[in-house]
């Protein structure tokens, strides 16, 4: 009869006596054989080694299913005489520790690695590397929204000014919003594009309308001149229409390259101006009067400042605006700054220029025009006969503007209508750019 070995009811010890005799009826001795018999074959898993599950439709961490109860097995044990365990229990919290690893997996990487052992001893390890990837892009969703530039003529725009509740199944990492400065040039609608990014890289896109606010612009001009000198600041406005009022702060950064001297020069529009100088650095104007529109770029009123500064030093001259007026209540409104430099007058510059006709107007030279000069110099030549020239020290910023408004009726031809037509359409003037 067998004999169990060792306790595995797999394992058997069989002990076989021979005899053998011959023809004439000998016997030899009794041989005894002994037979082993032993199970060594592991249980078997028959899943693979590597699972990869989306996280989609909503949901970051989707279930993964690793019940392997149905897939393990032994050739001689019974199922509920083997001995199963996992580590996904114990390494990730997931599963029951032993035939079943399943659970809720955030995307990611896992390696689960499943031990079987039958009655005999025999081990199968079996490890399946787990991939959870995220493969929804995130929703974005945009908003409208307004932006003020600032004294300097900029702004940046935040995403969170334009996000709208965006989301994404598993988190938002990061948000962009493209394009995101803004200057005087961008004033109005602006198209802008905001980007949502998720943990796994995926995007998503969604369009806004910017509105640049620029309102009713206050904007000091630059002027430099040498030390122990008085220089004029125009300043010049736009998007003046139909204003009744005005209450501006205007600042010097620094008492130590420049002093406000005094408010002049004052629009004939803008009569009754009060221009308080509350010290060195500070002056504080305000207006009060009928319903008024000034073209964009004029000079409202220039401030005189004194160069106290050494040559090369320079400081911001600060327009703040406290509020603007109108007919219907308070308007947006911006100042700019500029830019008070001290100069060594030592070194002139010549700025010269000729006044031309267009080539399809005869490229005559034009006479009689006035030719004014403003910036870190001021001044105007009046009745330039088609040429005009003027002297700036160094490092001078000089703006340049021709305007010829006489006679304008005489010799009006349908070949002026068509240097009209050109102009439209943006090809160049004969008249030399603004010089710096």
């Not at 969170?160 to 803004?182: E, L, Q, R, W």
């Not at 943990?199 to 000091?220: H, K, L, R």
């Not at 009569?271 to 207006?287: C, E, K, R």
């Not at 005009?388 to 010799?411: A, M, R």
Request: charged share 10%; hydrophobic share 40%.
């Amino acid at each position: 009869m067998p004999v169990p070995i060792d306790g595995c009811e797999r394992k058997f010890c069989v002990a076989r006596v021979w005899t053998v005799k011959d023809a004439c009826n000998n016997t030899a001795a009794n041989q005894l054989q002994i037979i082993e018999t032993r199970d060594i074959t592991a249980p078997a898993v028959n899943y693979p080694t590597t699972k990869s599950v989306l996280a989609q439709n909503g949901i970051c961490t989707p279930l993964v299913d690793l019940n392997l109860s149905s897939f393990i097995s032994d050739a001689c044990s019974n199922y509920a005489d083997l001995i199963i365990t996992n580590n996904a229990l114990a390494a990730y919290g997931k599963g029951n520790g032993t035939f079943d690893a399943s659970g809720f997996y955030a995307p990611g990487s896992y390696s689960i690695t499943f031990t079987i052992t039958d009655e005999c001893g025999n081990v199968k390890n079996h490890t399946i590397a787990v991939t959870v990837t995220d493969s929804q892009n995130p929703t974005a969703i945009c908003q409208n929204a307004n932006i003020q530039l600032d004294n300097t003529g900029n702004a940046i725009l935040t995403p969170a000014s334009i996000n709208n509740g965006s989301y994404d199944n598993c988190s938002v990492t990061s948000m962009t919003v493209s394009p995101n400065m803004f200057t005087t040039a961008d004033i109005g609608p602006n198209t802008v594009v905001l980007t949502v990014t998720d943990p796994a890289g995926n995007t998503n896109t969604c369009s806004a309308i910017v509105t640049v606010q620029g309102g009713v612009m206050f904007d000091a001009g630059d002027a430099a001149g040498a030390q122990n000198t008085t220089v004029l600041v125009p300043v010049t406005v736009n998007n003046f229409t139909n204003i009744i009022s005005f209450d501006l702060d205007i600042d010097i950064a620094s008492g130590t390259v420049a002093t406000i001297n005094a408010i002049e020069g004052i629009h004939p529009s803008l009569a009754g101006m009060l221009f308080p100088i509350n010290g060195p650095t500070h002056a504080d104007v305000s207006w009060i009067g009928a319903a008024t529109s000034l073209p964009d770029g004029t000079v409202a009123f220039n401030v005189r400042v004194n160069l106290v500064g050494v040559s090369g030093s320079s400081t911001p001259i600060i327009i703040n605006v406290v509020e603007v007026g109108t007919p219907s209540g308070i308007t947006p409104s911006l100042g700019l700054s500029g830019t008070i430099s001290v100069i060594d007058p030592g070194t002139l510059y010549a700025v010269s220029g000729t006044l031309a006709q267009h080539p399809n107007s005869g490229n005559g030279q034009v006479h009689l025009v006035d030719v004014d000069y403003f910036g870190s110099v001021n001044g105007t030549i009046p009745n330039a006969p088609g040429a005009y020239s003027f002297n700036v020290p160094s490092g001078s910023n000089v703006t340049v503007e021709p305007l010829k408004d006489i006679n304008w009726n005489h010799g009006v031809s349908t070949l002026d209508a068509l240097c009209t037509h050109y102009y439209s359409i943006g090809l160049p003037l004969q008249v030399p750019a603004p010089a710096r």
